[in-house]
Structure formats: C-alpha cells, structure tokens
C-alpha cells in the first residue's frame, strides 16, 4: 500500500497527515497498538484521532496473503457480526477493522494482513520467510496463559502459530 502524504477517512471530517516519529499509539480504525508511522489529523485540526497505515484503506481494496491460498480478503471498516472476530494470524480478537474472507470465514488485523513474508537481512545472503502451522514446544508450558480463554495448559496443536524462519 503506498504511503501518501495527506489522507482522508470515511469516519473522520479531518485531513490526515502521515506523522513518521508517533511512537506508541492506539489505532481508532482496528482499536489494536501501534508504533511508528501513522496517520493523524493535520495540525490545523489537532485531534487525537490516529490510525495505523494500513488501517487508512479508503477505496477498501481487497487483498491477497500467500499464508492463505484460495483467500481474497476484503477490507471491512465495521466487524459484520456474522463473522468470526478473531484474527487468524495472531489469535487475538478483532474490536475494529479488519480484512475478511468470505469464501473461507477467515479474518485477519489489517496490520497482520500486511505483514512482510519475506525480507532480507542486512549484510547478509540470507532470506527470512514468514511461516505459518509452526509447532512450538513452549506451548506445552504450565506456566503460560492463553489470552483468549485463560487456560494454562494448552497444547501446541490447538495453537496457530507463525514464526520467520530462515
């Protein structure tokens, strides 16, 4: 998605202006924490109504992610009820926007919808690829607590990971 120097939200009578040096924020459009750039009303109206980039999606373009063949997820700027509202790539709930898949009843942040699946690291050869249906022997730990449902012992098959690997 490419970042545009001014911006307008369907939610919000105010310009946006991409602000690189945010910090920690809470995004209005996903309700999810934030970091770094975002958009944020143009200082003539100060308002502190902030969104992260890719929650700014006003043409509502659909996307597709490779972690989920067979997908095309379409941005939705209010949860429809009839959806699951949990996001597929991080198990957290989904309290704003978000992508969705109609075909398969998946969800998705848009933040987690975006996120890189490969990348490079510097000086280096070596690709870092994100990966889904990872097993993680942690989980099996009696001292970690699921957010969701609160148990303690839950079992790494139950359990929706992604991990970059290389």
């Keep these: 998605m490419p970042i545009l120097k001014k911006q307008k939200d369907w939610e919000h009578e105010h310009d946006f202006q991409l602000d690189n ?5 809470t995004c209005d459009g996903c309700k999810e924490i934030g970091f770094g750039n975002c958009y944020k009303c143009s200082p003539e109206r100060p308002c502190n ?16 992610n490779p972690l989920f063949k067979n997908c095309r997820f379409q941005f939705d700027r209010i949860r429809p009820l009839s959806v699951a509202p949990t996001c597929r790539i991080c198990a957290l709930d989904i309290q704003g926007r978000m992508y969705h898949c109609i075909k398969r009843k998946y969800s998705l942040h848009p933040h987690c919808a975006t996120l890189q699946t490969t990348f490079s690291l510097p000086d280096s050869d070596m690709t870092i690829k994100l990966r889904r249906g990872t ?8 001292c970690l607590k699921c957010l969701k449902c609160g148990k ?4 790494s098959g139950n359990v929706q990971c992604l991990s970059y690997v290389s």
């Design 49 to 64: 109504y902030v969104l992260h980039v890719t929650c700014l999606n006003e043409k509502g373009t659909p996307l597709s």
């Design 21 to 25: 040096n945010a910090g920690v924020f």
């Design 135 to 142: 097993k993680l022997n942690f989980f099996k730990s009696k």
């Design 152 to 155: 303690k012992n839950r079992s």
